[in-house]
């Protein structure tokens, strides 16, 4: 499987489970939105992160501007903002980092602790601390 038909899987999937986020919370009634942003960092962003490693270790802007699409719809409707809101400020806002680089961060460390594989020499922005929770957790 080449990674454009994993990215239009993850996107399918993706489509699925915003819809069903739809089903239980609207903009201005269902599911608070601290469960909102709960139930995207625990069960979507963790089925999204599904094979990164693969895709993510060096994201090229392809794959991020796709990542990026597929994380705006929740990050809409876990804020209930305008459609006319930028990705970029709804990031800010809700504190949720880019998808690219949050799984760009996964595969780093799937790749250093249960694949083995070396690094690149470009680790400056991986924090000691969260070497060693990695490979403790």
Request: net charge positive; hydrophobic share 40%.
């Amino acid at each position: 499987m080449n990674s454009n038909t994993h990215l239009e899987g993850q996107s399918t999937r993706a489509t699925h489970l915003y819809q069903n986020l739809l089903k239980i919370a609207g903009k201005s009634w269902g599911v608070p939105m601290n469960h909102r942003r709960a139930l995207y960092k625990t069960v979507i962003e963790r089925v999204l992160a599904h094979g990164a490693v693969a895709l993510c270790l060096e994201p090229t802007l392809r794959i991020s501007r796709k990542l990026s699409t597929i994380q705006r719809p929740f990050l809409l409707a876990i804020s209930g903002a305008y459609r006319t809101t930028s990705t970029a400020a709804l990031q800010v806002i809700l504190g949720i980092p880019p998808l690219h680089l949050q799984l760009q961060r996964e595969a780093r460390g799937t790749a250093l602790f249960r694949l083995r594989l070396p690094l690149s020499t470009n680790v400056s922005d991986i924090d000691p601390s969260e070497i060693e929770e990695k490979a403790t957790g």
